[in-house]
């Protein structure tokens, strides 16, 4: 996939950020194959019969977008920097908040003595995801970065070198360093 004209979408990020509505409306079309594209990518890893689609997701992201209001738009990298983080939170709070319904969130409620019972086990890896992200973010913030470019946004390596404006040698090595690192801190959670 093949990124929309650095030039045009910083030129449009600007004016929007400086109060162009009509910029908004040739930005998106310049984007949205992006986000539809890193949406895809982010979703490839959900279980079947997920209730949050892909379409959803970026509409989603597009809204809190367009809600962010004043944002300082540098380019972009920025652009997509923000996109990944909003796609990542709205991926992180949908499965919490499928945790909070899965531990009866809003369920009549019943004595244990009464309850049958049941043994269900939560699909809690996203979130563990989220909390591993956090602590390497900790350690290494750009590998944090590293992971939810590529992650959550969808990019390749090459873009995620562009947005983060280190060489891709350095993605390779981040990002080869970050899933160790995360695979060794999800092992120890299980």
Not at 25 to 48: C, D, F, I, N
Request: proline share 3%; aromatic share 8%; net charge negative.
């Amino acid at each position: 996939m093949v990124l929309p004209p650095s030039h045009e979408v910083t030129q449009l990020l600007k004016a929007w950020t400086a109060g162009d509505e009509e910029a908004l409306g040739k930005l998106t079309p310049l984007v949205y194959e992006q986000l539809h594209e890193a949406a895809r990518r982010s979703m490839a890893g959900e279980r079947s019969g997920h209730t949050l689609q892909t379409t959803a997701l970026v509409n989603e992201v597009y809204l809190r977008l367009v809600d962010c209001g004043k944002v300082n738009w540098q380019d972009r990298a920025h652009f997509f920097a923000v996109s990944a983080q909003l796609m990542r939170r709205i991926l992180i709070d949908f499965a919490r908040s499928r945790g909070y319904q899965k531990r009866g969130g809003g369920a009549f409620q019943m004595s244990l003595d009464d309850a049958p019972p049941v043994s269900v086990q939560p699909d809690a890896d996203l979130v563990a995801l989220d909390y591993a992200l956090r602590s390497l973010a900790s350690v290494d913030e750009r590998k944090s970065k590293v992971v939810e470019l590529r992650f959550f946004g969808g990019l390749s390596i090459e873009e995620t070198a562009e947005v983060l404006r280190i060489s891709v040698e350095t993605v390779v090595r981040d990002w080869r360093l970050a899933k160790a690192w995360l695979l060794r801190e999800l092992s120890e959670g299980t």
